[in-house]
T-cell receptor
Framework: EADIYQTPRYLVIGTGKKITLECSQTMGHDKMYWYQQDPGMELHLIHYSYGVNSTEKGDLSSESTVSRIRTEHFPLTLESARPSHTSQYLC???????????FGNGTRLTVT | QKEVEQNSGPLSVPEGAIASLNCTYSDRGSQSFFWYRQYSGKSPELIMFIYSNGDKEDGRFTAQLNKASQYVSLLIRDSQPSDSATYLCAVNGGTYKYIFGTGTRLKVLA
């Protein structure tokens, strides 16, 4: 069983607020990812990291930012939340090579 | 053409039957293939992965890969109502990028 944790599980906030979604893994994985998924829709990659101090934007244009100061921690920040950010955010990690992604439980964000 | 294609379903099968889920991909250089199960409102859960042509079995699940035809399939034997979920196919081309299909919704009828 994968040990990857996301907090909060659910979040409802007002427009314009700054928020940080937390993601931590205890498996020592170098590779970490953030995906966005609307209900019934496909996963879209928004950020990924190869390791400490390495972050890249994914395919989906996003107004969020990420940081990777420690191997186990990969937080995602929205500086000014908007209703269009309402979605489920999924964090994932994996080992080296072609290993599978392991997902956290997700954060369901609602911006009012 | 999408990079990873799946029939959205729903695919309805009776309890105890074999469910067959298919996925095609466009990048011939793809090297690794994954099947995830996702219940409504939950995160994807890894079921199987396969790297080589042929079949790979794990319990009631069998993954089949045919690189020449660029398809990968998942068979679920003795389907149970608890197998009702969306099944996501994911493909990796050897880079950071894992491409997901939109998923096939499976309904197992009791």
């Amino acid at each position: 069983e994968a040990d990857i944790y996301q907090t909060p599980r659910y979040l409802v906030i007002g427009t314009g607020k700054k928020i940080t979604l937390e993601c931590s893994q205890t498996m020592g994985h170098d590779k970490m990812y953030w995906y966005q998924q609307d209900p019934g829709m496909e996963l879209h990659l928004i950020h990924y990291s190869y390791g400490v101090n390495s972050t890249e934007k994914g395919d989906l244009s996003s107004e969020s930012t990420v940081s990777r100061i420690r191997t186990e921690h990969f937080p995602l920040t929205l500086e000014s939340a908007r209703p269009s950010h309402t979605s489920q955010y999924l964090c994932a990690s994996r080992k080296q090579g072609d290993s599978p992604l392991h997902f956290g439980n997700g954060t369901r964000l609602t911006v009012t | 053409q999408k990079e990873v294609e799946q029939n959205s379903g729903p695919l309805s099968v009776p309890e105890g039957a074999i469910a067959s889920l298919n996925c095609t991909y466009s990048d011939r250089g793809s090297q690794s293939f994954f099947w995830y199960r996702q219940y409504s409102g939950k995160s994807p859960e890894l079921i199987m992965f396969i790297y080589s042509n042929g079949d790979k079995e794990d319990g009631r699940f069998t993954a089949q890969l045919n690189k020449a035809s660029q398809y990968v399939s998942l068979l679920i034997r003795d389907s149970q109502p608890s197998d009702s979920a969306t099944y996501l196919c994911a493909v990796n081309g050897g880079t950071y990028k894992y491409i997901f299909g939109t998923g096939t919704r499976l309904k197992v009828l009791a």
